[in-house]
């Protein structure tokens, strides 16, 4: 495979630390790396397969070398400034922020789902939310064999999946210690309420989950509605997910269709206590689906748990996922 010259921006986060993993676990074809991230953290060094890298303020003037691809992960103003300036430098952004995510010229991709559309990019692509990655994985092959006609979302979602600060109002919430990134303590509470609210009584990340599976799947009209709760988890999203079909379906067959799913681990033996649990998924790179059961209020419906580590499946894995597919385009 052709070596590239990869950059990452917002290497010190959550986010942008799991790059660096994730990238040394794929054996990621490198020539040159670059890391960016605020002036804060200029000049301090990271490891990277065995190698030191000094850290570099990201500037207007950052791309003006030959970077074929860039990793963004440092919130949503910074990918809407600096994704633009590096593309028309040249460089390939798969952004992990939402700040590009609904734009028409910007493909929004899930490897397992609409790889093709990487094709259409001019210089942007963006990373799902976290809780729709997951979502659409396990809904891919739902949709592919049965035509989902309407999706209720709920979904159980970790601290980390707010960065840092959710991660330590979690750890001092249990010390007894106030919060700062929640509004309210979420130690030992679940919080209805991730990202900013809507006019219409919605939270942006349930809007993001309803709008980015209608871009994902090509579906504008699909019927969806979510409910997004934070909950007092470290890390791993779980979510409960209703799906009302065209067809009818046999639930051997379904989980059999889920079996051979690409991305997916079926862990569904209830009667042994066998179904998905986030503390089991924190490092992985798979969705895990279970608790596979027809929903009986309707004619053809489905129920399932679905979990994921937020911040692999849900954000670093994705994005080098679609880094791997540019890699292929490129060769
Ligand atoms: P830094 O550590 O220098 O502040 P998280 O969401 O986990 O808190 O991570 C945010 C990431 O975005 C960090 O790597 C952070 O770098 C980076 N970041 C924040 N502000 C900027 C900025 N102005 N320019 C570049 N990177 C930034």
Same mark, same amino acid.
């Given at each position: ?34 890391? +960016? ?39 949503? *103003? ?19 922020? *939402? ?96 990202? *900013? +609210? ?98 009986? *209020? ?34």
């Amino acid at each position: 495979m052709k070596k590239v010259n990869l950059a990452i921006v917002g290497a010190t986060g959550m986010v942008g630390r799991t790059f660096l993993e994730v990238l040394e676990k794929r054996d990621f074809p490198i020539e040159n790396f670059y890391v +960016f991230a605020s002036a804060r953290s200029a000049g301090k060094t990271i490891t990277f397969r065995g190698k030191e890298y000094v850290i570099e303020e990201l500037t207007e003037q950052s791309f003006d070398r030959p970077i074929d691809i860039a990793l963004f992960s440092a919130g949503g *103003s910074i990918s809407q400034k600096f994704a633009p300036i590096a593309a028309s430098k040249g460089c390939v952004v798969v952004d992990n922020s *939402s700040a590009w995510r609904m734009d028409p010229n910007v493909p929004l991709v899930v490897p397992e789902v609409n790889p093709e559309d990487i094709k259409k990019h001019k210089g942007i692509i963006a990373n799902p939310n976290c809780s729709t990655i997951q979502a659409v994985v396990a809904l891919k092959p739902i949709h592919e064999y049965y035509t989902i006609k309407r999706i209720i979302y709920t979904t159980y979602q970790a601290v980390s999946g707010a960065g840092m600060g959710g991660w330590a109002d979690l750890e001092e919430g249990l010390k007894g210690n106030p919060p700062k990134k929640f509004p309210h303590p979420i130690a030992n509470n679940c919080l209805p309420h991730i990202d *900013s +609210f809507l006019d219409n009584g919605y939270t942006k990340e349930e809007m993001k989950m309803v709008e980015e599976t209608r871009k994902i799947f090509h579906a504008p009209d699909l019927k969806i509605t979510a409910t997004t709760v934070r909950v007092p988890v470290f890390n791993g999203h779980s979510e409960a997910i209703n799906v009302e079909v065209e067809k009818p379906f046999e639930l051997e067959e379904l989980k059999g269709i889920f079996k051979k799913a690409p991305g997916i681990i079926v862990q569904d033996d209830p009667q042994n206590d066998i179904y998905p649990l986030a503390t089991e998924t924190t490092g992985k790179d798979e969705v895990f689906v279970g608790r596979i059961r027809r929903d009986e *209020s309707v004619e053809n419906g489905i129920n399932l748990w679905v979990v994921a580590d937020n911040i692999r499946k849900g954000a670093a894995t994705n994005t080098i996922q679609i880094a791997e597919l540019l890699v292929q385009e490129m060769a």
